[in-house]
Each structure stands twice: as C-alpha cells, then as structure tokens.
C-alpha cells in the first residue's frame, strides 16, 4: 500500500477562497441583522419622538386694523378671522392673503358677547334688556353674518345683565341663560317662536351651559351650583361652598369638565359617582393657572389657554396639572383666539392682528399619563385605563399602558408556570430514564405539538377549553395537587414491582400514562357530585361569581401547552449533551440514576435550560392570538386568574387596522411595539448573561468529559 502523506504546510488555493468566501458572507449576514435591529428600533424612535416634543409657537401674518376700537370678541376660522368691536362693528378679516370683508354695523353696540362651545353662535347682549343670536359663517362660497333669529333684537327678562351663557343643541335650537344677583333666567330659543324664560330661585355672577343643553353651573360668591334642565321645569341638583369666591366659569371640550376659577388659580371639577348620586367633584388643581386675564378652552381637546394681563400665555391640557406651553408676548397683547383644530392663535395688540402657528398636536399625551394612574372625567377616582375609542365624538381618550403591561407579563408568567414542570419534567424523563428506542418516538412526537398553528389553539381554548373548565371549576383547580399525590403514589408502587416490569427502563410510562388519565377522568367527573353532597352550591356558586370565560387561567394553559415543545426541546438537547462519561462516572461511585441527574447532569445542563426558559419567556411574551383568543381581550390592571386581560402584541393587532395614520392612538400602538421589543432585548441580554455566568461556573464538567 503506497502512503501519500499531506505535508505540514499544504495549502490547496481552492479551499482557501472557500472558506474566505464563506466567512464574508457569514460576517455580511450577521451585520444585515444588526442594521436591521438598527433600522427598527429607529423607525420606531422615530414614529413615537413627536408624541413627546415640546410644543412651539412661530410668528406669521400681521395685519393693520382699519379701525382699532377695543374687541368684545375675536374669532378664528381657518383662513379668515372674525371680531367684533365695541362700536358694533362685525368684520371678517382675511388671513393668508384674502381681502378683509366690509364690515356689518348691528343696530345697537352689544354690551358683552357670549359664544357657544363650538365658536359657530355668538348671543349679543345689547342694552334695554335686548338680545339677537348671531353666527359668522366663514365658508369658501359664504362668507357672511348670518341671524338664525331675525335681525330684530329680542326683549330679556331682566334688566341689568352681570353674565350669561350659550348652547346649540341641535341646527336651529339654543338655549341661553342670563342672570344678575337676583335671579337666573333660561329659555329655549327657535327660529320663529318666541322664547318661553323660566326662572330659577337664585342669581349669578358667572355661568356655563353643556354643550346638549342639559346642565347648568351658576356661581354666586363662594356658591357653586349645578342645575338640571332637563325635564319641564329645572330642578337643583348640588349645591357647593368653595373656600374662594369664583370668578369665572369655562367647560372644556366635551362639556363634563367644568373650570373654577379664583384667586388661586384654576380647578377642574366634574361628577362622579357616589353613594348619594352624581355628586361634582373637584378632580386637580392648576394652581400655576393665571384666571385674572382671558381664559379660552379649545373647541376639540381638552385644553384651554390663560392670557395674563402682563401677556403671559399659558397653555393646560387636562391631564396634567402644570403648563404644557408657556410664551411671553408683548406688552400690551389683551385679547387671544384659537382655531378650532387647535392649530393657530390669533393675537391683538395695539389696532395689530398677528397670525400664530401653534404646534401642540397631542396636548393630554405625557409620559406620565402613559404609566401613572391619572382621575379621568367621570371616574370615582385615579387610575389605570386604555379605551383609545368610544361611542361618541366627544370621550376624553385614555392612553395608559399599565394595563397592557400587566396582562402581558401575567399571562406570560402563567404560562411558563404551567409549562415549566412538564417540560422540564419530560425532558429530564426522555433523556436520562427513557429508552433509545422509545425516545426516537416520544421526542419527534412532542417537537410536532410546536407546529400546531397558535391561532388553532387559541381557537379550542376559547371555544371548547374555556366552557368546560367553568363547568368543573373546583375540579380543574385541585386537578394538580391530586395528579401530582397519584404520581408520588405511582411511584411508591413501582418500587414494588417484578424486575420483569421493570426492565428495560421506561416501560413503566406504559403504566403511568392510563393511571394518570384514570385519575384525571375520574376527578372531573366525581368531584362536582361529591362537592354538591358535601358542600351544597355555596362554594361553587362563589367561584362561579368570580368566573368568566375568557380569563388568564384559560390563556395561561393554552399558552403553556404552546409553550411546552420549544422548552422540552431545547432542554431536551442540553441534557442530553451532557458529556456521559460524567453520568456514568457517577453510577460507577455508586450513585442512584436520580442522583447523578439532579446533583451531576442539571448542574452541566443548567445554561442550556436556563435559556430554554429565556426562550420560552420571550415567546410567551409576543404572544398574540392565543391571548387575544382566549383572555376576552379585556384591558385592566387588577383582577386574578379569573378574570381577562389584554397583551402588548394582541392591543397593536387589534387597534392598529383603526388607528389613524399620525394620530397620537397611531404614535402610542408604535409605542407599545417599542416597550415590547425593549422588554425582550433587556429579558434576552440579562439571561445571556446569566447563562454565560452558568457556563463558566460548570463548564470544568464538560472539559473533564
């Protein structure tokens, strides 16, 4: 036989190339999974940094007033301002480059001018106890001043007016309320039928109307009360003894919250509630709040403005208790309007008009809304909620992600609760005890189980699952405890068996697996009749109280039984490439199987099954339809393991498609996208930690095999 020896120094040219070739391209892929990372979490970024950027006021148009008597009030109308002045005169005047409208002299100079919510109807109130509605329209085709009443001023109840107040409830329906010390007076007003005023048993220095007309707040000194105007004659509902005198009266967007404002400051108040019934409540404080000068609340969002004497202008939104804006005009700036898209401001400052870009796009989204308990309208008090939607244009939007994040990790951690001893178990069982042969079957057969779409198993858990566990609560739930005393039972009698039984190792699961069905079978099926005898319906009937279909228990099993492949798989593998000579060295010391496992092999196999469970974590947390499917997709923070709940992953599935595009639900859904993924990097980069740390502490073991 001829020998041909390789020298020490082959080289052959070929392989060479090969292998750089190979490298570069394992190299060049890697790197593309970084810049991708990169790219994502950027795109991300750069999706959820406007939601937190500061707002900005830039200077445009100023415009000379032909005649600058002082304003009694200003209006703003996407392109085209609005004002009415002292003497009378009503002008349209252009922005962007339309011409400024002739002026509409009224037939008597208004002594106040009161606006409804939306700025589209303005009550004049004239001397001689006369009033007339009026309504700038400024429409591309219809620029004009229209009187929805007729032009002829209309007789007031009273004779010297100290305030009143305007709502739309419908086209052509008003109802206005004016009031001195003595008394109230409110009407219903419509095109050609004359007003029928009711009087109310108390005056007023300062009123506000609900948008629907449903709810009048007068103060009088230190005196706040609410009215009812809904049935056929008002009726008193609260009346509240404030520690300051009120000096004004404003309702934010919505008309449920209602601004107080004194001496120090501005509070906002809305109902709640209680034992007693809807009682008014004071909800925060703006106590940074200047109310000496004009206060203005936006037409669409719940934010108002306050320009002080000084010009300082200040800008509140009603989730946060300090100014989101502040801006220093100059001296001598008296009057201020908002377009109702919240977009521009108008100024006045002497006989100037100056035209102001405001961007303030998301002015109640904050960090601190989005992870602290924050007292939205109408709730008995602070706390956690999403409800991104409503039925009605007018709810206030709540954006806490505190309830998401809790359903997320509950679930996820019930799931892993349930997964890990199975898993775990059946790992340990399938590599150390089982038979070769029986194992080339029984492993191949549970790695299948992670095929199963998890759509599917959302589907049977929602739909099959959820109905029989209510049907047997109290059985599913003592289920564990009692499989697990038949096990240490089983156990016991296996040490009692013939060698025959026994040999070859493994055969006993041929036994365990009908026992434990038997048992299964039997508690679901007896336990509820002996509970009944023995209990009556007390304890069943209190748990079904508790119970609802769609809960955390249903979604932790299903996503447990998801989650058992890909841990007994990878733990599986860890054990089982545990160097033998280890194992066996063991068993030739005399050490019992059980104890070469527990104190030999999980030692070396602990960094891989630690990042089994890592891995099977990550899974659960990204989870989507299985949680969707089967928590009822309820968002909320406190709650046990019967009630729902809803994840991270399955509120971006579901909202997302209803999001609109830019919108601040839009910028919150990329958001949570990005809390998600941070979680999973941090989770993932702190068990590569630990598993390392692992490695290095045993990986002596694996040098000696």
């Not at 008309?255 to 120090?264: A, E, H, P, Y």
């Not at 709940?645 to 996208?673: C, D, T």
Request: charged share 15%; hydrophobic share 50%.
């Amino acid at each position: 036989m001829i020998e041909n020896r390789i020298p020490v120094h082959f080289s052959d040219r070929r392989r060479r190339n090969i292998d750089r070739l190979v490298r570069r391209a394992v190299t060049a892929c890697g790197v593309g999974v970084l810049l991708v990372m990169l790219l994502l979490f950027f795109w991300l970024i750069v999706v959820v940094v406007p939601l937190f950027a500061p707002a900005s006021l830039k200077p445009g148009q100023t415009i000379e007033l032909t005649d600058p008597q002082p304003p009694l009030a200003l209006g703003l109308q996407d392109k085209w301002a609005w004002r009415i002045d002292a003497r009378g005169a009503a002008r349209f005047i252009g922005l962007n480059g339309q011409p400024t409208q002739p002026a509409l002299q009224l037939s008597q100079p208004p002594e106040r001018v009161v606006s409804s919510a939306d700025n589209q109807t303005l009550a004049l109130i004239q001397p001689q106890h006369r009033f007339m509605l009026l309504q700038p329209a400024a429409i591309v085709a219809d620029i004009a001043w229209r009187f929805p009443l007729g032009d002829t001023p209309l007789a007031l109840p009273a004779q010297n007016i100290d305030t009143a107040a305007l709502a739309q409830l419908a086209d052509n329906r008003w109802r206005l309320a004016v009031a001195d010390a003595q008394q109230i007076s409110v009407a219903e007003l419509q095109a050609d039928r004359p007003p029928v005023w009711q009087t109310l048993s108390s005056g007023a220095t300062s009123l506000a109307i609900s948008p629907d007309g449903h709810q009048l707040y007068a103060a009088l000194g230190r005196q706040l009360q609410l009215w009812s105007l809904r049935g056929e004659q008002p009726t008193l509902q609260q009346t509240l003894s404030l520690p300051l005198p009120v000096k004004g009266l404003r309702l934010l967007s919505g008309g449920r919250s209602l601004l107080v404002i004194d001496d120090n400051g501005i509070s906002q108040w809305f109902s709640v509630m209680q034992a007693q019934g809807a009682q008014l409540t004071r909800s925060r404080e703006f106590t940074e709040a200047d109310g000496r000068g004009q206060v203005i609340a936006e037409v669409h969002r719940r934010a108002f403005a306050t320009l002080s004497a000084e010009g300082k202008l200040q800008f509140f939104a009603s989730k946060q208790a300090g100014p989101i804006f502040t801006h220093q005009f100059a001296a001598g700036t008296n009057h201020i309007a908002i377009s109702p898209q919240g977009n521009q401001l108008l100024t006045e400052r002497a006989g100037q008009l100056q035209k102001w870009q405001l961007d303030n796009p998301w002015p109640d989204v904050s960090w601190r809304s989005l992870w602290q308990k924050v007292w939205y309208e109408n709730y008995p008090a602070p706390d956690w909620v999403w409800q991104s939607t409503a039925a009605n244009d007018d709810y206030q939007a709540k954006f806490s992600l505190v309830p998401m994040v809790s359903g997320t990790l509950k679930a996820a951690l019930l799931a892993l609760l349930f997964a890990t001893p199975l898993a775990l178990a059946a790992a340990m069982y399938t590599a150390w005890f089982m038979s070769p042969a029986l194992r080339r079957w029984v492993k191949p057969a549970i790695e299948m189980m992670g095929a199963l779409p998890s759509v599917v198993i959302g589907l049977i858990a929602g739909l099959w699952l959820a109905p029989k566990v209510a049907d047997h609560l109290l059985a599913v739930l003592l289920l564990p405890f009692i499989l697990a005393a038949a096990i240490l039972l089983f156990g016991w009698a296996c040490n009692k068996l013939t060698g025959r039984w026994r040999q070859p190792a493994g055969r006993e699961v041929a036994l365990l697996l009908p026992w434990l069905l038997l048992i299964s079978l039997l508690t679901l099926w007896l336990l509820p009749a002996v509970e009944q005898q023995l209990l009556g319906d007390s304890l069943a009937g209190r748990l079904q109280h508790s119970y609802q279909q769609r809960n955390l228990l249903i979604a932790g099993v299903a996503m447990g039984f998801a989650l058992v492949p890909l841990i007994f798989t990878l733990a599986e593998d860890a054990l089982f490439s545990v160097p033998a000579a280890l194992g066996q060295g063991s068993l030739a010391l005399g050490a019992t199987p059980w104890q070469t496992l527990t104190r030999i092999v999980l030692p070396g196999a602990s960094a891989g099954i630690f990042a089994a469970l890592m891995i099977g974590f990550g899974r659960a947390v990204g989870e989507t339809m299985i949680v969707l499917m089967a928590t009822g997709n309820t968002p909320q923070t406190s709650g046990g393991l019967f009630n729902g709940a809803r994840a991270l992953s399955a509120n971006i599935a579901i909202e997302m498609p209803e999001a609109a595009a830019g919108s601040a639900h839009y910028r919150i859904l990329f958001l949570s996208a990005l809390v998600l993924l941070a979680f999973t990097l941090v989770v993932n980069t702190l068990a590569e930690m630990v598993r390392q740390r692992l490695r290095r502490r045993y990986g002596q073991h694996e040098g000696q095999g």
